[in-house]
C-alpha cells in the first residue's frame, strides 16, 4: 500500500533515525522520493537535524560553577594580607607540593654537578658563562673516554675468552701430547717442559697462562700487562 | 554514571568537595540546556543556579534505582524549565502547557545582545531564534534529542510521558522547526 504524505510526515523522524523496518522503509522511500511536497520536506528536516547534531556547545560563563557554589555551600571566605601568605605556606606542606620541590632541587643538583658546579665548595666563578661551557665540555669528553675505555676493556675480556675456548677444545682433542708417552723412564724430581710428575691441571694452568702472556703481548691496550 | 552515585553518597556524608565536583561535570549540560530553552543567557544563568540548589536541597530524595543522576538532575532541569515559563509566559493565549495542540509561537528571543548573537554565528543564531519560536513541549524534546542527544527511553524519563508521545513530539518540533526557519528565509521553499 502507498503511503499517504500524512504518513510520511508522521514517521518521518523514525525514518531520519533509522527505526522503520525494511518495508516500511522502501514504502516511505517509494512516496518521499517522489512527492513534490515531501521532497523539500525530507531534505529541509534531514539538513536540520544534521546542523543541531553539528552546533557547538553553549560557551558557560566563567563565574556560573562559583556563584551556584557559594549559593549552595555558602559564600568562600576570602583571606588577605598574612592569613593569605600563611594559607600559601600551608598549601606548600602538602606531601604532593613537598615531592614535586624534592624533584626540581635534585635535577638542579644533578644538572650544576654535571656542568662542574660544586655542591659542597660552591664557587661564583663557577656560575660563569666561560666557565660552565669550559666544564660541561670536560665532563663530556671525560664521559666519551670512559666510555671507550670500557668498551676496549670488554673487547679484551672477549677476546680472552674465546682463546680460552679455542685453547680448551685443542687440549680435548690432543690430549696425549700432555701426558708423557714414557713415564717409567722418568726419574722423580727431574724437570723438562711437560713436567710429567705433575697433574695434569698445573700443565694445563701452565700453558693457559703462556697463551695469554702471548695474547697481551699481541694486543696494544694490554701490552706491558701481566696477566696473572 | 557510577561515579556520579558514588559522589552523591560522598555530599550526602557531608563531603563539600564532592558536591564541587558534581557541580563541575554538571553545569555545562545543564546551562546548555537552560539557554536553548530560554535563548537569554541572563536568564540561563539564573536558572541554572536554581537547578543545582533545588538539587542539592532534595538530593536525599535521588535514587539510583530509578535512573542516572544526570536523567535526575535533567529532568529537575525541565520542570523548572516549565515553571518559569508558565510564570513568565502567563498571560500568553497560546499556552500549551495543558495537552492543548502545540502551536507556533510567535516570540522574539528577547534579552539576546547583539554580540551574543555575532558569538553564536549567524546560522546557529537563526536556529536559536527558531528554537525559541516552537512551544515549550516541542521545543524541550527538540533540545534534549537534538542538542542534548539523550535517548528516547531518558527523554522518556525525563518528560514523564509515554515513548510514543515522546518520538511524536520530537518528530512534530523538527518539522515546525524548519517551517520556521523557512519562513525566516533561513531554508529554501
Known amino acids: 500500500m502507498t503511503w499517504t504524505c500524512d504518513q510520511v510526515e508522521a514517521r518521518l523522524s523514525d525514518y531520519l533515525d533509522g527505526l522503520l523496518t525494511g518495508p516500511e522503509r522502501a514504502e516511505f522511500e517509494a512516496h518521499a522520493d517522489s512527492c513534490p511536497q515531501c521532497v523539500p ?15 557547538e556547545e553553549v560557551e558557560v560563563p566563567p563565574r556560573l560553577v562559583y556563584a551556584i557554589l557559594d549559593k549552595t555551600l555558602g559564600p568562600r571566605e576570602t583571606v588577605t594580607g598574612w592569613q593569605a601568605f ?19 632541587l635534585a635535577t638542579f643538583v644533578i644538572l650544576a654537578s654535571s656542568l662542574g658546579f660544586s655542591v659542597k665548595n660552591p664557587k661564583i666563578a663557577d656560575l660563569r658563562p666561560a666557565n660552565v661551557y669550559r666544564n660541561a665540555v670536560r665532563e663530556v669528553h671525560l664521559v666519551g673516554a670512559r666510555g671507550e ?17 679455542q685453547d680448551d677444545n685443542n687440549l680435548r682433542t690432543t690430549p696425549e701430547e700432555v701426558l708423557p708417552k714414557s713415564v717409567p723412564e722418568k726419574t722423580p724430581g727431574q724437570t723438562d ?26 694486543l696494544p691496550l694490554a701490552g706491558g700487562r701481566s696477566i696473572r | 554514571m557510577e561515579q556520579d552515585a558514588q559522589l552523591v553518597q560522598q555530599c550526602l556524608q557531608g563531603d563539600g568537595s564532592a558536591w564541587e565536583e558534581l557541580v563541575r561535570r554538571h553545569t555545562r549540560r545543564i546551562f546548555g540546556i537552560c539557554y536553548r530553552f530560554t535563548g537569554n543567557r541572563t536568564e540561563a544563568e539564573d536558572l541554572a543556579q536554581d537547578v543545582f540548589l533545588r538539587v542539592y536541597r532534595t538530593l536525599g530524595s535521588y535514587r539510583s534505582a530509578h535512573g542516572g543522576f544526570a536523567t535526575w538532575v535533567t529532568s529537575v ?21 495543558d495537552d492543548k495542540m502545540a502551536v507556533v509561537e510567535n516570540k522574539e528571543s528577547a534579552g539576546r545582545r547583539p554580540d551574543e548573537q555575532a558569538l553564536l554565528g549567524e546560522l546557529s543564531g537563526q536556529l536559536q531564534n527558531a528554537l525559541t519560536r516552537l512551544s515549550p513541549e516541542l ?8 542538542l542534548q542527544q539523550l535517548e528516547y527511553a531518558e527523554i522518556q524519563t525525563v518528560l514523564a510521558v509515554p515513548e510514543g508521545t515522546v518520538k511524536s513530539r520530537i518528530n512534530r518540533g523538527r518539522i515546525e522547526l524548519a517551517r520556521i526557519l523557512q519562513q525566516m528565509g533561513v531554508r529554501p521553499a
Open chain 2, 77 to 97: 532541569t525541565r520542570n523548572l524549565l516549565i515553571d518559569h515559563y508558565r510564570r513568565t509566559k502567563r498571560d500568553r493565549v497560546t499556552d500549551s502547557l
Open chain 1, 41 to 55: 520536506l525530507l531534505a529541509s528536516v534531514r539538513s536540520l537535524v544534521g546542523e543541531m547534531h553539528a552546533m
Open chain 1, 86 to 104: 600563611l594559607q600559601m605556606i600551608r598549601g606548600m606542606a602538602s606531601p604532593k607540593f613537598a615531592y614535586g620541590a624534592a624533584s626540581i
Open chain 1, 149 to 165: 675505555k670500557y668498551v676496549s676493556d670488554l673487547r679484551v675480556v672477549y677476546e680472552i675468552q674465546s682463546r680460552l675456548r
Open chain 1, 193 to 218: 717442559d711437560r713436567k710429567p710428575n705433575q697433574p695434569r691441571q698445573q700443565n694445563r694452568a701452565d700453558q693457559i697462562s703462556h697463551q695469554l702472556e702471548l695474547l697481551a703481548a699481541e
Open chain 2, 139 to 146: 521545543r524541550e524534546a527538540v533540545i534534549l534529542r537534538d
